[in-house]
């Protein structure tokens, strides 16, 4: 009898074993082919997600400010309709967008040949920021309608005065052209020397055409 209690639980210990052994092993996670993705530092932008670099053309870069005539080129001779010889009419002008805070604009003609040293022929100032130029025959008035201002010449006059040099010699006349970032507080009739005093250290853009007559 207690052959067979031994035999009994033998038995039943190899049964164990048995259905231990054909339990299905654990499954184990396949490792991914691809790396797992480094979550980004805060901050930093993912070289993949950064935006391209902006590129200006030379077309967009701000542009010099120029000054010019269609009825004289830099250099060359003044018609004598714009002197004393004809009708002493201003020339008409010509100028580029002024640059970034351009807020009033000075014209100043001057001659750099005459007898007492420089003679002034024209100072106007307070032009607006969007002018890109002058009419022909501008009004010898102290204001013009867009507001602009003009002062006294060499003659004690208001308004433009041409060119009339004398004896044979030709002089040469300077348009200078200056952009500033303020209006000035200068009255009609100012002088040539009290606008260029009011106009110091507000100057952003300056251009210069020059005109010849004897």
Request: proline share 12%; hydrophobic share 35%.
């Amino acid at each position: 009898m207690q052959k067979v209690g031994i035999l009994v639980i033998g038995l039943l210990l190899v049964s164990v074993a048995v259905i231990g052994c054909a339990q299905p092993a654990p499954s184990v996670p396949s490792t991914p082919s691809t790396p797992t993705q480094q979550p980004a530092e805060e901050g930093v932008v993912p070289e993949t997600d950064k935006p391209p670099q902006e590129t200006v053309s030379p077309a967009d870069k701000e542009m010099p400010l120029t000054l010019t005539s269609p009825a004289f080129t830099d250099g060359s001779k003044i018609p004598v309709k714009y002197t004393c010889d004809g009708g002493n009419t201003s020339p008409p002008l010509n100028w580029g967008k002024g640059p970034a805070g351009t807020a009033s604009f000075v014209l100043i003609v001057d001659d750099t040949n005459a007898p007492v040293g420089v003679f002034t022929h024209w100072v106007i100032f307070n032009l607006p920021p969007d002018t890109q130029g002058l009419p022909e025959a501008v009004p010898q008035d102290d204001k013009l309608a867009s507001g602009a201002l003009q002062g006294k010449n060499g003659a004690q006059l208001i308004g433009y005065f041409g060119p009339c040099p004398p004896g044979g010699t030709p002089h040469h006349y300077r348009f200078t052209l200056y952009a500033l970032d303020k209006s000035l507080s200068s009255k009609a009739g100012a002088e040539k020397e009290q606008v260029l005093q009011a106009m110091q250290q507000h100057i952003i853009g300056q251009a210069q055409l020059i005109g010849t007559y004897r």
